[in-house]
T-cell receptor
């Protein structure tokens, strides 16, 4: 029962360009959505979150967009930097927290 | 600023053996969690605790046990290791409950192989 899906296992972009990571969910009861970033051999670290009552949240180079009607959210990274290369997890919370399988982002110099 | 510390980082077990994965946090968080991550999958919640002496099952609790005698420590016990428990285990803690917007702080994980 995968309530949170990240359908792209990997994404490669050029340094300086925009990275767009996507996430779809099925449970309309989710009220918060979070993005985590994970480097190899480390635990996930919190990146940015958005409440279900908003459609956009911005923090520096990172912006999360929420489309409730489509049950879709996306993370935009502008401009992308080589240090952004990591696995990004989408997570959603209602009565508990559900995680997507992750998207591996590679930013090429 | 240690945050969440997990030990060991790696371990190989034989089928039927038992072990305890250790987790400690120094942020005075009441909420602590254990997740497992299988290849190509998201993190799945095994057990969680809302405070010392209080634990509850998550999505995949079978084959595991936990205890929470102090605010800082939340060990995960495997009693009879099975190949299906081969995974990477993450411990996490948070200030507020897991289904709020408060982010969870994760340890670096324990990679466990059952052979």
């Amino acid at each position: 029962d995968q309530q949170v899906k990240q359908n792209s296992p990997s994404l490669s972009v050029q340094e300086g360009r925009i990275s767009i990571l996507n996430c779809d969910y099925t449970n309309s009861m989710f009220d918060y959505f979070l993005w985590y970033k994970k480097y190899p051999a480390e635990g996930p670290t919190f990146l940015i979150s958005i409440s279900s009552i908003k459609d956009k949240n911005e923090d520096g180079r990172f912006t999360v967009f929420l489309n409730k009607s489509a049950k879709h959210l996306s993370l935009h990274i502008v401009p992308s930097q080589p240090g952004d290369s990591a696995v990004y997890f989408c997570a959603a919370s209602a009565n508990d927290m559900r995680f997507g399988a992750g998207t591996r982002l590679t930013v090429k110099p | 600023n240690a945050g969440v510390t997990q030990t060991p980082k790696f371990r190989i077990l034989k089928i039927g053996q038992s072990m305890t994965l250790q987790c400690t946090q120094d942020m005075n968080h009441n909420y602590m969690y254990w997740y497992r991550q299988d290849p190509g999958m998201g993190l799945k919640l095994i057990y969680y605790s809302v405070g010392a002496g209080i634990t509850d099952k998550g999505e995949v609790p079978n084959g595991y046990n936990v205890s929470r005698s102090t605010t800082e420590d939340f060990p995960l016990r495997l009693e009879l290791a099975a190949p299906s428990q081969t995974s990477v285990y993450f411990c996490a803690s948070s200030y507020k409950r897991q289904y709020s917007n408060q982010p969870q702080h994760f340890g670096d994980g324990t990679r466990l192989s059952i052979l």
